[in-house]
Structure formats: structure tokens, C-alpha cells
């Protein structure tokens, strides 16, 4: 068991610069409920299975395994909807940043995550981070596949 403590911002983009390599996700969803979700993800071609569980987008717990790459696309095949993005690393000051494109319904959300080993942890925020959306569940990945950005 592992508790992931992450904050989520928008970003402002015209101050970020994107590498130019990132990760393509696919992702789904086989079920989720308001405390709880079973996610499927294809990236770097292998598949993975998380659970995660808890009321606050700040802290929950995670459980995360890799499964064989056909169990990943079997089981993504039985998911209502995916979500596709490219994820890409940025460090900034010794911390490394998860910025992620979204494509298809979300397109045009572009999401910045910093994992942390605290709720109360500090840390250096970059030029580019814009509105902290921590707290606003429909920035949760779960919750863009019900609802996408363009709809809002």
C-alpha cells in the first residue's frame, strides 16, 4: 500500500517549454464509484493496473501493478471510454514534474502534477504552473472521461 500525495495545477502555456519526448497514455476506467476506482493504462508499451481509494484528491491510496501488455488491451477494450495524453518529465529544482497533454475530447487540458512526500511539503513552483486545481475533482482523470474539459 502507498498513499499518493500529489497536487494538480494548470499551467500557463505560453511560459512552458515541452521537452520533445514524452509518453503516450491510453487509459480507462473499469469501474469507479466516489472513493474508489479501478484503472487500466497502456504507456511505453506495458500495461498496468491501479486501484486507487479515498475522498481527497490530495492524498489517497494507490495500489499499482503491471500486468501483461494483452491483459492491458483486453481489459482497456471492455472500458466505456479512454482518456489519451502524452505525459512529459520536466525537473524543476531537483523536483520532477508529470505534464500532461491531453488529446480527443480533453483536448487543449494541459494538467501539471507534482508528487510529494507530504501534504505539507514546500517546494520551488515553476513560472509556468498556473491555478492550483487540487481540490477540484473534475480534474480527476475519472471524472474527465464523464465530463470532458470542452464541455465545462
Not at 68 to 76: C, F, G, I, N, T
Request: negative net charge; hydrophobic residues 40%.
Amino acid at each position: 500500500m502507498a498513499t499518493e500525495i500529489e497536487r494538480k495545477y494548470l499551467i500557463k502555456e505560453d511560459l512552458l517549454i515541452l521537452p520533445h519526448k514524452g509518453n503516450r497514455i491510453v487509459q480507462g476506467y473499469l469501474w469507479s464509484e466516489k472513493a474508489k476506482s479501478m484503472r487500466i493504462r497502456i504507456t511505453k508499451a506495458k500495461g498496468f493496473l491501479t486501484i486507487k481509494m479515498g475522498t481527497t484528491p490530495l492524498s489517497r491510496l494507490e495500489y499499482e501493478y503491471e500486468i501483461p501488455l494483452k491483459d492491458a488491451e483486453e481489459l482497456l477494450s471492455k472500458c466505456e471510454k479512454t482518456i489519451e495524453k502524452t505525459r512529459y518529465i520536466i525537473t524543476h529544482v531537483g523536483m520532477n514534474w508529470e505534464v500532461d497533454v491531453f488529446e480527443g475530447e480533453n483536448k487543449g487540458l494541459i494538467i501539471a502534477e507534482l508528487e510529494l512526500e507530504s501534504e505539507n511539503q514546500e517546494f520551488e513552483k515553476p513560472l509556468w504552473l498556473g491555478m492550483e486545481v487540487t481540490e477540484d475533482t473534475r480534474y480527476l482523470n475519472v471524472n474527465l472521461l464523464k465530463k470532458p474539459i470542452s464541455l465545462w
